[in-house]
């Protein structure tokens, strides 16, 4: 069974910084795309990078472009997300989850596209 366990929120202040991991059990990581996604409250879940299954390309949202970076290691079967500069507006549940069947990413990460969706880790941005 696919399982996705997300880690590394917390709180954090207004400019400060976090890495969050998604470590895969059950299955290897290396051979599919994973998406990072935030919800916060009273908002729909929206995407914020992608990583293809071999590192090699990626893609983030226009609000986090230039702040995080996404990244893997396929030997820990674990996937990064490093956040920069964080802002009040970045506060949500981050959850990572697995692109099915693509080994890019598409042009778009869209949650509908995504499954195997992990507990999700509280990111919290305030001073």
């Known amino acids: 069974q696919l399982q996705l366990v997300e880690s590394g929120g917390g709180l954090v202040q207004p400019g400060g910084s976090l890495r969050l991991s998604c470590a895969a059990s059950?299955?290897?990581?290396?051979?599919?795309?994973i998406g990072w996604f935030r919800q916060a409250p009273g908002k729909e879940r929206e995407g914020v990078s992608c990583?293809?299954?071999?590192?090699?390309?990626?893609n983030y949202a226009d609000s986090v472009k230039g702040r995080f970076t996404i990244s893997r290691d396929n030997a820990k079967n674990t996937v990064y997300l490093q956040m920069n500069s964080l802002k009040p507006e970045d506060t949500a549940v981050y959850y990572c989850?697995?692109?099915?069947?693509?080994?890019?990413?598409?042009?778009?990460?869209?949650?509908?596209?995504?499954?195997?969706w992990g507990q999700g880790t509280q990111v919290t941005v305030s001073s």
């Open positions: 989850a697995v692109h099915p069947y693509r080994t890019s990413c598409p042009s778009e990460t869209r949650p509908a596209d995504f499954g195997s």
């Open positions: 059950g299955f290897t990581l290396r051979y599919y795309i």
């Open positions: 990583i293809s299954s071999s590192g090699g390309s990626t």
